[in-house]
């Protein structure tokens, strides 16, 4: 069974902060890998995409790394700030005909000032 | 280039009633994809539309039916609700072309309470 889990489901830190958020996923052979933030009652913002093939992908504070073999994907934000505070999910797409996403149930994430 | 766009923001329906959401995907993508978010749950997958044709469902009733039309938007329907079809409903375009990351665009979403 294919299953993506995010343990701690909630982290509270304070500001400046540099932090890991993890994704883990049972079946290695994914396609790509999505990272989402998610704030209360909204929709997805994507934040970063990484294709199977890569290792990691950058933009801004943010870096998410890939390690296919372990089944493991982190998102780092530098320098963290109270408007990062939201719900970050990550999400996987397996090869196949469709464009499914399998999702963890996110890290709430707190920033405090 | 315009996002993806749900209507309504907000619904409150009975027990038995039947619903439609609405998405409008990104302009340029031609697949259409539907979520069902349970309070404090990752998104889970409902199925896909790709040119105007059901493309994968996951684990929903029949109840759950879908449409696409040629402008690539899309309609969620629900019949017969029950209580636990309440949840935040996430509509995700994308434009699985040759090449391309398949990176899918959320909209908004369609918060639905059913009574």
């Known amino acids: 069974k294919q299953e993506v889990t995010q343990i701690p489901a909630a982290l509270s830190v304070p500001e400046g902060e540099n932090l890991v958020l993890n994704c883990s996923f049972t079946?290695?052979?994914?396609?790509?890998l999505q990272w989402f933030r998610q704030d209360p009652g909204k929709g997805l913002t994507s934040l970063l995409l990484?294709?199977?093939?890569?290792r990691e992908q950058t933009s801004g504070r943010l870096n998410a790394s890939l390690d296919k073999s372990s089944g493991r994907s982190t998102l780092y934000i530098a320098a963290s700030q109270p408007g990062d505070s939201a719900t970050y999910l990550c999400?996987?797409?397996?090869?196949?005909?469709?464009?499914?996403?399998?999702f963890g149930k996110g890290i709430t994430l707190s920033v405090r000032p | 280039e315009t996002g993806v766009t749900q209507s309504p923001t907000h619904l409150i329906k009975t027990r038995g009633q039947q619903v439609t959401l609405r998405c409008s995907s990104q302009?340029?993508?031609?697949?259409v994809s539907w979520y069902q978010q349970a309070l404090g749950q990752g998104p889970q997958f409902i199925f896909q539309?790709?040119?105007?044709?059901?493309?994968g469902r996951g684990n929903f009733p029949p109840r759950f039916s879908g449409l696409q039309f040629p402008n690539y938007s899309s309609e969620l329907n629900v019949n017969a609700l029950e209580r636990d079809d309440s949840a935040l409903y996430l509509c995700?375009?994308?434009?699985?072309?040759?090449?391309?990351?398949?990176?899918?665009?959320f909209g908004p979403g369609t918060r639905l309470t059913v009574l």
């Open positions: 995700a375009s994308s434009q699985p072309a040759a090449g391309s990351l398949h990176e899918q665009f």
């Open positions: 079946d290695s052979a994914i396609y790509n």
């Open positions: 990484i294709q199977s093939s890569q």
């Open positions: 999400a996987v797409r397996y090869p196949g005909a469709n464009s499914k996403l399998t």
């Open positions: 302009s340029g993508h031609n697949t």
């Open positions: 539309y790709y040119r105007e044709e059901e493309n």
